[in-house]
């Protein structure tokens, strides 16, 4: 018995309902209860037609609250498009409402959440990463994202909205470093942008392809691979030029 299965009665789901409904899989980075199938299933069963705003409300602590890095992201605005794919022909079923409604809502929460991150680094940034490591923060997310933005500039403000965890603590990251906010906003609505509406979109075309509905995980994997492909390619020029220049 899945989770969601247990939480029917609690959901009003008939059995009837959830057999129509994509299934849910257990994710590869986390529990059942982080599975984006779950989430956007539970908040059609909790709130219905409004299930929109819980999945606002996830993107927006995913991407601007330190504590919601471990929430999903990608996989979250896929699955999306996905149900709303779906609420187009069963309303009951999926999400209902349009396509061109959906993502700028998420694209909205994205930017409320990246610009709230901003704020908390250029406010409290210092006092909260001069913490130790606990059992939801370790100093090495932070440890890695500096990295990536020190190599990155600006860009990474737009690139780092395609990476998990990166994503989460970029804008904190701006913030602390007192990057100039018209700077990070012009990078952070391109980035939204891109991310918000092109995930979106493309689970609206895509996820009604059982394969795809099945593999949603290596979905997002491609999907992160290709987004951090020029930064590797970056990277591993650099080291070679570095090694030549020491030989």
Do not use: C
């Amino acid at each position: 018995m899945t989770a969601l299965t247990a939480l029917a009665p609690a959901l009003d789901l008939p059995a009837a309902h959830l057999a129509s409904l994509p299934a849910a899989h257990a994710p590869v980075l986390g529990p059942e209860w982080l599975d984006a199938t779950f989430i956007i299933k539970a908040f059609v069963g909790w709130i219905g037609p409004w299930a929109i705003l819980g999945v606002m409300l996830v993107v927006f602590a995913e991407t601007g609250l330190l504590i919601g890095f471990f929430l999903p992201g990608d996989s979250l605005l896929f699955t999306l498009g996905m149900f709303v794919a779906i609420g187009e022909t069963n309303p009951a079923d999926g999400v209902p409402v349009p396509i061109w409604v959906a993502a700028p809502l998420v694209w909205l929460a994205a930017i409320a959440g990246n610009q709230t991150g901003y704020l908390i680094g250029r406010k409290a940034g210092p006092a909260i990463f001069n913490k130790p490591d606990s059992r939801l923060f370790k100093q090495e997310y932070v440890d890695r994202t500096s990295e990536f933005f020190e190599r990155h500039g600006g860009k990474a403000v737009t690139l780092a909205q395609f990476v998990p965890i990166v994503r989460t603590f970029t804008p904190v990251i701006a913030g602390v470093g007192k990057m100039r906010y018209r700077h990070f906003v012009t990078f952070n609505i391109l980035g939204a942008t891109l991310w918000a509406f092109g995930i979106t979109w493309l689970g609206y075309f895509l996820g009604t392809i059982k394969w795809i509905q099945d593999n949603i995980d290596a979905m997002i994997l491609g999907i992160v691979f290709v987004s951090v492909a020029p930064m590797l390619i970056s990277g591993i020029s650099q080291f070679i030029k570095s090694r030549r220049q020491k030989s």
